[in-house]
């Protein structure tokens, strides 16, 4: 049973940061891609960051770049994504998702977290 569970999630100022942790259980973590995505509501579900086991080896969306890092530890099957100078628009629900590709589409990845709600208020 693979499970993922996100952490890290909260209310912060614009231009603030936060971390968010993504604990994987249950499958060889570290040989698989890891993504995160978030979505806003109404809004579709969309692609900000993904990793796949080789170190560099990263995808950033355009929205995101320069402000948000990707990284994982593969020893404690986790990836983070550091997000920093946050603005009202990151507002979201945050997941966490394995796939087998780089960069996935949503419907490219095969298992879940829960998510994480973001708020960043101006």
């Known amino acids: 049973q693979v499970q993922l569970v996100e952490s890290g999630g909260g209310s912060v100022q614009a231009g603030g940061s936060l971390r968010l942790s993504c604990a994987a259980s249950?499958?060889?973590?570290?040989?698989?891609?890891m993504g995160w995505f978030r979505q806003a509501p109404g809004k579709e579900r969309e692609l900000v960051a993904a990793?796949?086991?080789?170190?560099?080896?990263?995808y950033y969306a355009d929205s995101v770049k320069g402000r948000f890092t990707i990284s994982r530890d593969n020893a404690k099957n986790t990836v983070y994504l550091q997000m920093n100078s946050l603005k009202p628009e990151d507002t979201a629900v945050y997941y966490c998702?394995?796939?087998?590709?780089?960069?996935?589409?949503?419907?490219?990845?095969?298992?879940w977290g829960q998510g994480t709600q973001v708020t960043v208020s101006s």
């Open positions: 990793s796949s086991w080789r170190i560099g080896d990263t």
């Open positions: 998702a394995t796939s087998w590709k780089l960069p996935p589409s949503a419907g490219e990845c095969d298992y």
């Open positions: 249950g499958r060889t973590f570290s040989s698989w891609v």
